[in-house]
């Protein structure tokens, strides 16, 4: 099973690196369909915001071996997603939400909560980001 982990660690990391982000359940090491949902950190004290110079393989095990018992719940995965103003990698608890107000509300309200601002939101089906402040 070591093995089957390592692979899907190398896929989220080359899938990241090629499509600017991906989205999966490392429980279960499968990438989400793509579907039309407006992604967020669910727990944005959580992210990581990483250097592009960063192993990135390396960061994503230990985010998951932090963040192993969020990243189970059922509305959450590993979200993953280069920042194209900085490049910065971000690692993220994320969950979604199919309308966009109700998701920039949400996002919102869980960047209070967390004493961390949500940066953006992105919506795989539409290839669509959405910056919630200012870069």
């Known amino acids: ?22 989205a999966s359940k490392p429980s279960s090491c499968m990438f989400l369909p793509v579907q039309d949902l407006w992604c967020f950190p669910k727990y944005p004290a959580k992210t990581s915001i990483l250097s592009p110079n960063v192993n990135l393989v390396e960061e994503l095990r ?5 963040n192993k018992a969020l990243l189970d ?7 993953t997603w280069i920042n194209p103003q900085t490049r910065e990698y971000y690692l993220d ?43």
């Open 1 to 22: 099973m070591v093995t089957d982990f390592e692979t899907y660690l190398s896929n989220v990391a080359r899938k990241t690196l090629q499509e600017g982000g991906s």
């Open 62 to 66: 230990s985010f998951i071996e932090r």
């Open 73 to 79: 719940e059922e509305d959450c995965w590993l979200g």
């Open 93 to 135: 608890v994320s969950t979604g939400i199919h309308e966009l107000e109700k998701a920039r509300s949400f996002a919102i309200q869980a960047g209070i909560k967390d004493g961390r601002e949500i940066v953006a939101m992105f919506n795989p089906k539409q290839k669509r980001t959405i910056f919630l402040k200012k870069a």
